[in-house]
């Protein structure tokens, strides 16, 4: 699994765990979120990007703008907002 990802899992898995949401492996470079055995986001490391499907359109972050720490607290803060 690339650097990215882990790093990326190791931020979030927590939070999003006491939020009812699981995550699952997706291949090498990839993982699913998932709540009630429902996909609801997938993110995948694409090299030089990381793409991020959710709510059906697909978001694209350059990897060196975006550092784990950054994506995980915009994908935190929308799980956050969903849960209030």
């Known amino acids: ?9 190791k931020l979030i898995s927590e939070e999003l765990k006491s939020l009812g949401y ?3 492996p997706r291949g090498q470079n990839s ?4 709540k009630n055995g429902t996909v609801v986001m997938i993110v995948e490391d694409k ?3 990381i793409e991020m499907s959710y709510g059906g359109k697909r978001y694209s972050y ?3 703008y975006t550092k784990p720490n950054h994506l995980a607290d915009v994908i935190l803060r929308l ?4 849960s209030q």
């Not at 699994?1 to 899992?9: V, W």
């Not at 993982?31 to 998932?34: A, D, L, P, S």
């Not at 799980?79 to 969903?82: D, L, S, V």
């Open 22 to 24: 699981r995550i699952m």
């Open 47 to 49: 090299g030089e990007y």
């Open 1 to 9: 699994m690339s650097e990215y990802i882990n790093e990326l899992k």
């Open 31 to 34: 993982f699913r979120v998932i």
């Open 79 to 82: 799980y956050r907002q969903q």
């Open 62 to 64: 350059d990897k060196w």
